[in-house]
């Protein structure tokens, strides 16, 4: 098991100005498709420890096996 930070994770802005919806849609979906999935999953338990506290609900309910 590996201990998660206690400290705060800075979580950068970034202002992107698009002449669209669609552009602005294109954007998020490249940002999303940029990240890792260890660095999205990071930003979701940040969010969660700024909502709930130090003790945040799973990410997800666990799922049973598939065989």
């Known amino acids: 098991m590996v201990a998660e930070r206690s400290e ?7 202002l992107s ?5 669609r552009e602005a ?6 940002q999303q498709v940029a990240m890792t999935p260890d660095e999205r ?3 979701v338990r940040e969010l969660q420890r700024r909502i709930y506290g130090s003790n945040p609900p ?5 799922q049973p096996c598939r065989k």
């Open 8 to 14: 705060s994770m800075p979580i950068v802005r970034v």
């Open 17 to 21: 100005i698009a002449k669209s919806h």
């Open 25 to 30: 849609d294109e954007a998020d979906v490249k």
């Open 41 to 43: 999953r990071a930003i």
């Open 58 to 62: 799973p990410l997800r309910p666990p």
